[in-house]
């Protein structure tokens, strides 16, 4: 069962068709958290250390099974690591459109979130608030 965001998932599912496009979209996302997190660990130490933890990430069991998942857990990672580096970035130059960047990469994650919340709960048939913690009825 899908649990991911369902605007995403109507959208990915319009734009093409079959089992293996429909996983592409979190096959792709998988692979841009590989490359990024090698980025962030360059950025925040050195070459060498960005290397080590694409390399965890990439051998990661739980990213290689949600890598291959039609839902959008590999897109929040995504959104989460690029938040993360975009921080970085302001912090180590200031710089405006590097908090540019990370407010909309994380308001994007935020929205990612939500969404997943409302669609699950719609699902289970479970009376929830976005915010707060889903209770059965």
Request: contains cysteine; positive net charge; proline residues 2%.
């Amino acid at each position: 069962s899908n649990h991911g965001c369902a605007v995403f998932s109507i959208f990915w599912s319009n734009l093409f068709k079959g089992e293996f496009m429909l996983r592409l979209s979190s096959a792709i996302f998988g692979t841009l958290c590989i490359f990024l997190i090698y980025c962030l660990g360059r950025a925040l130490f050195d070459y060498k250390t960005g290397l080590i933890g694409a390399f965890i990430l990439t051998i990661s069991p739980f990213h290689i099974y949600y890598s291959q998942e039609f839902r959008t857990y590999s897109l929040i990672s995504l959104l989460s690591i690029i938040s993360s580096y975009f921080f970085l970035k302001f912090i180590q130059s200031g710089k405006k459109r590097f908090i540019s960047g990370y407010i909309f990469s994380h308001i994007m994650n935020i929205n990612f979130h939500i969404a997943d919340k409302i669609h699950f709960c719609r699902k289970e048939k479970i009376k929830c608030h976005p915010i707060q913690c889903c209770r059965p009825e």
